[in-house]
């Protein structure tokens, strides 16, 4: 009878113990694969997700500083007879209502005189010219009207000159977070319809928003400049202005940036309700004397880009926050992408500063910031941090007055 030896039935297998100190080797690489990968995975979403940003944050500026660019005005002032070249910047309620609630959210609405390119020109020029056709004619037929068009275009020399506006507005979405940059050019001149056989210059008209230029007139006549922006903000360099620090941007009191601006300093900025106090006024008096004009040296623009909205949201906030609150919670703090030792977040229409990041949570909440108004915000809002880029402008025309 053949019996096999104990040692030879040992060597036959494994024991349940080197069965489990095996399964556990195998499980610590299988963690440290896991880790690594993860690793190299959220590496490369997060360079991706950086370009992006760095890719819409350059485009913003490039667009914004190619249309301040073109902004017009005369040296000296002593070559006319009437203002033509106003700037003028006003801070008022987001879509210009005629009536803004109390501590409603601002915006800043830029107008300006402005050199046109040829072909924005060109448009302009085509548009005016059907507009007074068809005014005269309702019954022209298009083929007709676009050969009268070309006729009377031969004749109309390009000036190069005409007028802008610009002004942030609320995007539409779900989302009120986002903003668009929206822009108009008109011709010297130029005025809108307002109504049957009432028409209306965006340029001669003291407040948007008022009856004389509706917001909903503003909004249709407009088109997107730039979409999926957080924030837009301009501060000018007057002849008092040492430094772009001051955070207050009145330029009334101390060596801070200017907010509002009138260059004809015609008593269109006096208060809150016309769009801030421009520091600089001098009253109805001066609004038709070219020799007063003044333009400031540079504008310094802060543009907020938001996140492409396929990537994963930057925060979540998982309870509601009243308008009160001073703290607020996330989801996985760790993967929060904004500074621990401080910063500003975006919850729907408002600009939050924060303190501190401890953990999930956000400490020392400043609400209302950058003229926003303090909202409460339901629990799962997206929380935004976007992009930020920041650049100045020289003013070639800039003109002080140093006699005030």
């Not at 801070?91 to 072909?119: D, F, H, N, S, W």
């Not at 676009?146 to 002004?167: C, F, S, Y």
Request: proline share 6%.
């Amino acid at each position: 009878m053949n019996h096999r030896s104990p040692t030879r039935r040992r060597a036959a297998g494994f024991t349940l113990i080197e069965l489990l100190v095996v399964m556990g080797i195998l499980t610590g690489f299988l963690v440290m694969l896991v880790q690594l990968v993860d690793s190299g995975v959220r590496m490369f979403s997060e360079g991706e997700l950086g370009q992006a940003l760095a890719d819409r944050a350059s485009r913003a500026q490039r667009i914004i500083a190619r249309e301040l660019s073109t902004l017009r005005g005369s040296a000296t002032g002593r070559d006319r007879d009437a203002v033509e070249d106003r700037l003028v910047v006003q801070e008022l309620a987001i879509g210009l209502p005629q009536q803004a609630e109390r501590g409603a959210t601002k915006v800043q609405i830029l107008r300006g005189a402005v050199r046109l390119y040829p072909e924005r020109e060109l448009a302009l020029v085509d548009a005016m010219l059907a507009t007074n056709l068809l005014r005269a004619d309702p019954s022209m037929q298009p083929s007709a009207l676009d050969q009268k068009v070309a006729e009377l275009r031969a004749g109309q020399p390009l000036r190069g000159i005409g007028n802008m506006l610009l002004l942030p507005a609320r995007q539409e979405g779900t989302d009120d977070a986002l903003l668009e940059l929206r822009a108009l050019w008109l011709l010297p001149g130029q005025a809108l319809p307002n109504g049957p056989d009432r028409f209306a210059d965006p340029f001669t008209v003291a407040v948007p928003g008022s009856p004389e230029l509706p917001g909903l007139l503003v909004h249709n006549v407009t088109a997107p400049l730039l979409s999926d922006l957080l924030h837009v903000e301009f501060l000018l360099w007057s002849q008092t202005t040492r430094t772009w620090g001051d955070a207050s941007g009145t330029g009334i009191s101390g060596a801070g940036p200017m907010r509002v601006w009138d260059s004809a300093r015609g008593g269109w900025l006096v208060d809150d309700l016309s769009g801030g106090q421009f520091a600089l006024d001098r009253g109805p008096a001066s609004a038709n004397d070219p020799r007063d004009d003044v333009h400031p040296h540079a504008i310094l623009v802060r543009c907020v880009v938001a996140q492409p909205p396929e990537y994963a949201p930057e925060g979540l906030m998982v309870d509601a926050l009243s308008a009160d609150d001073t703290s607020l919670t996330l989801y996985d703090g760790n993967r929060f992408p904004g500074a621990a030792e401080g910063g500003w977040i975006k919850l729907r229409g408002e600009w939050i500063g924060y303190a501190e990041r401890v953990g999930d949570e956000l400490r020392g909440l400043r609400r209302g910031g950058r003229s926003t108004k303090p909202l409460d915000h339901p629990a799962g809002s997206r929380v935004h941090i976007g992009r930020t880029v920041e650049f100045v402008l020289p003013i070639a025309h800039a003109k002080d007055d140093w006699n005030g």
